[in-house]
């Protein structure tokens, strides 16, 4: 169920642990079933920045 949603997914969130960002992300997945866009909606709503893998985000570390 939890494969196709998230899979190809990037979520960051500045001082989420690993743990928290993987309770988050199953949380989220629950909530959206098999609707991306609601599994993103989500993520987002938390305070990540949710992206494709490879796709350019305009993030750039502090300093560069």
């Known amino acids: 169920m939890f494969g196709a949603i998230g899979c190809a997914d990037v979520s960051f969130k500045p001082g989420a642990s690993p743990d928290q960002i993987r309770r988050d992300e199953i ?3 629950e909530a959206a079933g098999d609707v991306e866009a609601d599994y993103q909606s989500c993520m987002k709503d ?4 949710v992206s494709k ?3 350019e985000t305009g993030w750039k570390p502090a300093g560069r």
């Open 27 to 29: 949380a989220c997945r």
């Open 46 to 49: 938390r305070g990540y920045l």
């Open 53 to 55: 893998s490879g796709e």
